[in-house]
């Protein structure tokens, strides 16, 4: 090709960009047509939505909104192998439970203690270690770990539709953050390469943590001790503590999230509230008020109410994962 | 002026701003080389020291290192000058210390109770209320409240020098956090407008606070009750709960930063850590091993043994304030 063809194709193919669809993976039902007008109003100077850059700030829950959390949340897969892992080192479990469950492969059993359980198996794999040593773990996993029923890497069970939601937000630049019940520390190590999020901007549950010189260097441990829970009530906390301005978009799925919606809502100016639906057994799984996992129901009756954007998995997204 | 000149002028004006000092109130002795050196060595591509932008995390203590902090850290006048403010409320304040000698006008005595009488004082004037409700009370004290001595507002009395040096190392895809004993709720209502630093990038100590609906509106309440106190060896895990990322680039003033300094040169590649050393009795306060505000001791001794860069205002700066 000669030069100036060359520069001719190059010309129309950013006007092809630039003219692109911005949501390709979402159809042109409403929920596609509501974010893209919201952005526009907030976007356009002089509009009376207009809102300035640096207040631009979007959370996104992390479990059933930007991944799948079926048929149980993915951290929950990394605690049961990481206990698989440790149990040469405690001999103890063979009989303690919920150890003894997990060892036998028994994961219903491992669950059936709720929370107390729950808490005592993330103590006994995710503390006693440096933060360092931890992300390396949390790493490893994350990039070799396989979903028991689609054989998958877990980040490639991401949504592609808010990936591109995501990437449309920062494109006009949005601050994108995740908001998530789950571990901070076991999202940070991947949320940049997989959603293109930092880790500053994750916000999750946690922790305890103490610095120490340890044979003369400086670490931070992890202690068996919980920090703070990322969840419900506890979303808004983390979002004042972490960001310390309010979203002026949200999005969740379960009601979880509803709190964080709420604490979105209730800011002055133009808002918006999203919540994706499960309604796709095909393509994914379909749950909402029933569901142990992402449960949805308070949170779908108040977006039903309030006029929110819920998106139906089924008929608003051309593709769930990305091909 | 015609048109063509003007265009000619515009592209000279852009070529002076290219080639300009990114460091003009900084004499040129070692501290200042010592920073562009680094810049320039993280910066440059192919460099053995070169350091992917997301990776390129700069922390900055505040008190007696982005602004004053004599006679008093000027936190304490905010709750000082709020206790007369809500006097009229608790007439009980005239007899019960330490509040009686705010009244009185007797700071030293008030602050004679040590922590204990700080945090009382902290949690009567910085709790209670929405935390919209006391960004709007910071931003009142903020905007008007006036430093006893200089007789200028406090924002006024941010380091000149500092200002530049934060510019200069966003101008090179850095992003800059503040790391600061001090409220991270009292700083966030101006580190934007005074610093360029939003509010997610502020790391400060905090109360708990807590969801609940108000009258029907989502409110985040402030509690009367110590969250976390980021001095010492809370700036190393306030670092990790905030960023979740080691600091390539850490500035402070005192023995509460010599952790946070710690910190950052205990990670691998190129590493820098910076220390302002208050030595400039006439233009600004005199001060180190000895002093109640601002202690330097441990962190000068440091600095001096790990070859860490020591700025000596006196010599290094050639304003202090803005002008």
Redesign the interface.
């Given at each position: 090709m000669r030069p100036v063809s060359k520069i001719l194709l190059s010309v129309l193919m950013a006007a092809t960009t630039h003219a692109a669809d911005p949501l390709p993976s979402w159809n042109d039902t409403s929920p596609k047509k509501a974010i893209i007008e919201f952005v526009k109003s907030v976007t356009t100077k002089g509009s009376a939505d207009f809102v300035p850059a640096?207040e631009r700030?979007a959370t996104f829950d992390n479990d059933g909104c930007l991944w799948a959390e079926q048929p149980m949340y993915f951290q929950a897969f990394f605690i049961f192998d990481r206990i698989k892992q440790l149990a040469p080192q405690h001999p103890e479990w063979k009989t303690e439970e919920p150890f003894a469950s997990v060892l036998k492969g028994d994961h219903k059993g491992a669950l059936a203690g709720g929370e107390e359980a729950l808490i005592k198996m993330t103590m006994a794999t995710h503390t006693g270690m440096t933060?360092d040593e931890f992300n390396e773990i949390a790493t490893d996993w994350v990039t070799t770990a396989k979903h028991p029923e689609t054989g998958k890497l877990y980040t490639e069970m991401v949504y592609q539709p808010m990936l591109e939601l995501l990437a449309y937000l920062r494109a006009n630049d949005f601050?994108t953050?995740i908001v998530s019940g789950g571990g901070?520390?076991f999202m940070?190590p991947w949320t940049?390469r997989v959603y293109g999020i930092?880790?500053?901007?994750?916000v999750g549950s946690?922790v305890k943590?103490?610095?120490?010189?340890r044979d003369g260097?400086?670490?931070?441990m992890r202690i068996p001790e919980l920090n703070f829970i990322d969840d419900k009530?506890?979303?808004?906390?983390g979002i004042?503590?972490?960001?310390?301005?309010r979203p002026i978009f949200s999005a969740g799925n379960s009601d979880g999230d509803l709190?964080m919606h709420?604490?979105t809502?209730?800011g002055d100016g133009p808002r918006f509230s999203l919540y994706v639906h499960h309604t796709d057994a095909e393509r994914e799984w379909a749950y909402d008020r029933d569901s142990h996992i992402g449960r949805f129901d308070k949170g779908l009756d108040e977006a039903k109410a309030k006029g929110w954007t819920v998106v139906d998995m089924k008929n608003d997204w051309k593709v769930v994962f990305p091909e």
């Amino acid at each position: 090709m000669r030069p100036v063809s060359k520069i001719l194709l190059s010309v129309l193919m950013a006007a092809t960009t630039h003219a692109a669809d911005p949501l390709p993976s979402w159809n042109d039902t409403s929920p596609k047509k509501a974010i893209i007008e919201f952005v526009k109003s907030v976007t356009t100077k002089g509009s009376a939505d207009f809102v300035p850059a640096p207040e631009r700030i979007a959370t996104f829950d992390n479990d059933g909104c930007l991944w799948a959390e079926q048929p149980m949340y993915f951290q929950a897969f990394f605690i049961f192998d990481r206990i698989k892992q440790l149990a040469p080192q405690h001999p103890e479990w063979k009989t303690e439970e919920p150890f003894a469950s997990v060892l036998k492969g028994d994961h219903k059993g491992a669950l059936a203690g709720g929370e107390e359980a729950l808490i005592k198996m993330t103590m006994a794999t995710h503390t006693g270690m440096t933060t360092d040593e931890f992300n390396e773990i949390a790493t490893d996993w994350v990039t070799t770990a396989k979903h028991p029923e689609t054989g998958k890497l877990y980040t490639e069970m991401v949504y592609q539709p808010m990936l591109e939601l995501l990437a449309y937000l920062r494109a006009n630049d949005f601050k994108t953050f995740i908001v998530s019940g789950g571990g901070i520390d076991f999202m940070r190590p991947w949320t940049e390469r997989v959603y293109g999020i930092p880790p500053e901007q994750v916000v999750g549950s946690s922790v305890k943590t103490k610095f120490e010189m340890r044979d003369g260097e400086a670490v931070v441990m992890r202690i068996p001790e919980l920090n703070f829970i990322d969840d419900k009530e506890g979303k808004p906390v983390g979002i004042q503590t972490h960001i310390g301005r309010r979203p002026i978009f949200s999005a969740g799925n379960s009601d979880g999230d509803l709190q964080m919606h709420q604490w979105t809502q209730a800011g002055d100016g133009p808002r918006f509230s999203l919540y994706v639906h499960h309604t796709d057994a095909e393509r994914e799984w379909a749950y909402d008020r029933d569901s142990h996992i992402g449960r949805f129901d308070k949170g779908l009756d108040e977006a039903k109410a309030k006029g929110w954007t819920v998106v139906d998995m089924k008929n608003d997204w051309k593709v769930v994962f990305p091909e």
